[in-house]
Nanobody, 125 residues
Framework: QVQLVESGGGLVQPGGSLRLSCAAS????????IGWFRQAPGKEREGVSC????????SYADSVKGRFTISRDNAKNTVYLQLNNLKPEDTAVYYC??????????????????RGKGTLVTVSS
């Protein structure tokens, strides 16, 4: 059974930083694309970032380019999202998602075969 467990969310002031983690079990992340999407209350789901298998290719939403960085540690079967210079509009639940059928990303929205339960990021002063 595939499980994705996110962690690292919290309350942070504007301009602050957080690092989100997504630990996977039941699926070897070496061979799949994986990434993050977010959903704020009353808003559409938004693809944030995706990283291809091997980590050679990444994709970011325009709204986070230059501020967020996705990375992966295949030895730990974990993917990370570093969030810097956070803004109030970044407030959302952040979800990790992947699929065993996708090696490559087709944009910042990750493949949605599996997803975690999410971690809440709140940016407020």
């Amino acid at each position: 059974q595939v499980q994705l467990v996110e962690s690292g969310g919290g309350l942070v002031q504007p301009g602050g930083s957080l690092r989100l983690s997504c630990a996977a079990s039941g699926l070897n992340l070496d061979y799949v694309a994986i990434g993050w999407f977010r959903q704020a209350p009353g808003k559409e789901r938004e693809g944030v970032s995706c990283i291809s298998h091997g980590g050679g290719s990444t994709s970011y939403a325009d709204s986070v380019k230059g501020r967020f960085t996705i990375s992966r540690d295949n030895a730990k079967n974990t993917v990370y999202l570093q969030l810097n210079n956070l803004k109030p509009e970044d407030t959302a639940v952040y979800y990790c998602a992947t699929s065993q059928w996708n090696y490559f990303c087709s944009g910042p929205m990750p493949p949605l075969g599996y997803r975690g339960k999410g971690t809440l990021v709140t940016v407020s002063s």
